[in-house]
């Protein structure tokens, strides 16, 4: 059965930094795209940053350029994001999800397999 579980998401003060993991099961990472999304409330889902498991290739969003950074560990079957200079704006449930392919779309409803989600809210 495949799985994606989200972890590391919690509460933080603006500025601070936070690493969010997807842990893969039921399948291996070795030819998927991964992508991250985040969504605010009352606002639609939004990509964030995505990475191709077999060339390590990634996309960012503008918001997120140069704050985050995704990754991955084949041999974990994780992929992470870090997350820094966190702001306000940056609050949501954080999603990843994945399909089998040799690269990676920014777009969600490329995904056929999606986790359940971590919050991430970003507060004083």
């Known amino acids: 059965q495949v799985q994606l579980v989200e972890s590391g998401g919690g509460l933080v003060q603006p500025g601070g930094s936070l690493r969010l993991s997807c842990a893969a099961s039921g399948f291996t990472l070795d030819y998927y795209g991964i992508g991250w999304f985040r969504q605010a409330p009352g606002k639609e889902r939004e990509g964030v940053s995505c990475?191709?498991?077999?060339?390590?290739?990634?996309y960012y969003a503008d918001s997120v350029k140069g704050r985050f950074t995704i990754s991955r560990d084949k041999a974990k079957n994780t992929v992470y994001l870090q997350m820094n200079s966190l702001k306000p704006e940056d609050t949501g449930v954080y999603y990843c999800?994945?399909?089998?392919?040799?690269?990676?779309?920014?777009?969600?409803?490329?995904?056929?397999?999606w986790g359940q989600g971590t919050q991430v809210t970003v507060s004083s």
């Open positions: 990475i191709s498991i077999s060339d390590g290739s990634t």
């Open positions: 999800a994945a399909r089998g392919a040799s690269y990676c779309n920014a777009d969600y409803y490329w995904y056929n397999n």
